[in-house]
């Protein structure tokens, strides 16, 4: 709505791929019988003492590189206390002033506007908690608690609040879990249904002081929990917004005349309910964890980390674009299958020779096969060099086009290379002579379409595509419409 403009903040929990928990060996693995993966430290039993998981540093401070952080040469534990069924030790090892990775920027854009930076508070490292189980049946059953999450490492990635939409909101998300994911740096597994990313949106919104022109008004800042798809994301932002709307006409209350509330989304409902009222940070108690000493992140060692990231998402949208002459839009879907489809793509343009055709042939062939039958690039077993190689007898006219899908899903089910498919196929180039000559016939015996090219009439030459392809299957549609355009400008 043109009467307000929503302000967003987003806080994202990314649960860290290690093979075990924060500070006690228990696997980190999801899907596991409920509390059977616990032991005294995560249980917090009296007596039992953390010990550093130091995987998890070693990819809090992968991340923070990647999104462009400064990291501190210091960085310290803190006890958060709470109390919460599913928090057995009644607080949380987290990190309260000094996190381990702090100050970056992540760019965004949506559709076709200019990417906007958003900044990035800090990302800091914190043990998850236990998972409660709620009996929303209605039948009056127990809730239920599984500890096997308690003690997971968790990366909290705090943003500043620049965000504008929710259109905006779900970019910046989507851009995150695509550069932690499997596909590029591979620091989480970034599964929503599991749990293994979840954001919490913190939103108001900003209006024109009706009384004082050029003011702005700003409304209490509602934390909307534990949203587990972009779509909840989006939905809930968009409701939120124009409740608070709705609630500012009806009050006229603003920040700081209510405490910051907390609301969960429910879904099926497409609304934000209220829970309670905002803790802030003094309510938490923090003080320094005694039982674990402070990690030191020196300076060289974080270079280290810098020299061997990986090329990341943007800056490889715009090598497709600057380098090899891709549209924005083909080069947002190659990039944003993986790295691995991406040097696929690479390996293929330099083979063919020809960047744009290659990029048709894996957006539109190679993803397709993909993802109708759910494969992996190794499981369509076709070698980038392959398809390569198909493509430069494509441009050196080897290959007539209409032909090349069936030479492309026989190298597939054959495991062939293009000279092998076509040969198969009984596909070989037509001479040039040979083409001419069938032209010439074709227009002799075609006295009318001749006379309407030369009214004007170039698509009359359309119909004898057709008959040009029985003559020889191998015939190339343009080629003929060409050579028949020429031979009749000449005068035959």
Not at 108 to 120: E, G, L, P, Q, S
Not at 269 to 288: C, L, M, N, V, W
Not at 373 to 394: H, W, Y
Request: glycine share 6%; hydrophobic share 40%.
């Amino acid at each position: 709505m043109s009467d307000y403009q929503t302000i967003i903040g987003l806080e994202v929990h990314v649960q860290l791929a290690t093979k075990s928990k924060l500070f006690c060996s228990c696997p980190n693995k999801f899907g596991a019988a409920p509390n059977t993966q616990v032991c005294p430290v995560c249980l917090g039993l009296p007596g039992a003492l953390p010990v550093l998981n130091a995987r998890a540093i070693e990819l809090a401070v992968q991340t923070g590189v990647a999104l462009g952080c400064e990291i501190p040469a210091f960085t310290k534990w803190d006890r958060k206390q709470y109390f919460y069924p599913d928090l057995p030790k009644g607080y949380q090892t987290s990190q309260f002033d000094l996190p381990i990775t702090e100050h970056g920027k992540l760019e965004v854009a949506v559709d076709d506007a200019d990417a906007r930076t958003i900044r990035i508070l800090r990302a800091h490292l914190e043990e998850d908690a236990g998972k409660s189980l709620h009996d929303e049946s209605g039948a009056g059953g127990d809730t239920v608690i599984d500890l096997n999450r308690a003690g997971t490492p968790l990366l909290e990635i705090v943003s500043e609040p620049d965000l504008r939409s929710a259109a905006e909101a779900k970019a910046y998300l989507s851009e995150l879990k695509l550069i932690l994911g499997p596909e590029y740096l591979g620091v989480s597994d970034c599964n929503m249904q599991e749990g293994s990313l979840r954001v919490d949106a913190n939103v108001n919104i900003h209006l024109d002081d009706p009384k004082n022109p050029g003011k702005k008004l700003a409304t209490p800042i509602v934390e909307i929990k534990n949203l587990n798809s972009f779509r909840a994301v989006e939905r809930a932002i968009e409701y939120e917004a124009a409740r608070q709307y709705r609630e500012w006409q009806e009050t006229g209350r603003l920040i700081g005349e209510a405490p910051k509330q907390t609301r969960g989304w429910d879904d099926n409902a497409g609304k934000t309910i209220p829970q309670r009222e905002k803790e802030e940070s003094a309510d938490y108690r923090y003080f320094p964890c005694p039982d674990l000493a402070p990690v030191l992140n020196p300076a060289a060692e974080v270079d280290k980390v810098r020299a061997a990231m990986p090329e990341l998402p943007a800056a490889l949208r715009l090598r497709l674009v600057t380098d090899h002459g891709l549209s924005a839009y083909d080069s947002d879907v190659i990039v944003n299958q993986g790295r691995e489809v991406v040097e696929y793509f690479f390996t293929a343009a330099t083979e063919a020779g020809d960047a744009k055709l290659a990029a048709n042939w894996v957006t539109q062939h190679v993803l397709r096969v993909m993802n109708a039958e759910s494969k992996t690039l190794t499981d369509v077993g076709l070698a980038p060099e392959r398809l390569g190689g198909m493509i430069k007898k494509l441009v050196a006219g080897e290959l007539p086009s209409p032909r090349a899908r069936e030479v492309f899903e026989l190298m597939i089910a054959e495991k062939l290379d293009a000279d092998a498919a076509m040969a198969k196929l009984g596909i070989a180039a037509v001479d040039e002579s040979e083409l001419v000559e069938i032209c010439r016939d074709l227009l002799q015996a075609n006295p009318k379409i001749v006379a309407d090219v030369q009214k004007g009439n170039d698509k009359a030459v359309g119909a004898l595509i057709g008959q040009a392809k029985k003559k020889n299957p191998n015939a190339d549609p343009g080629r003929v419409r060409e050579i028949c355009l020429e031979l009749i400008a000449k005068g035959l």
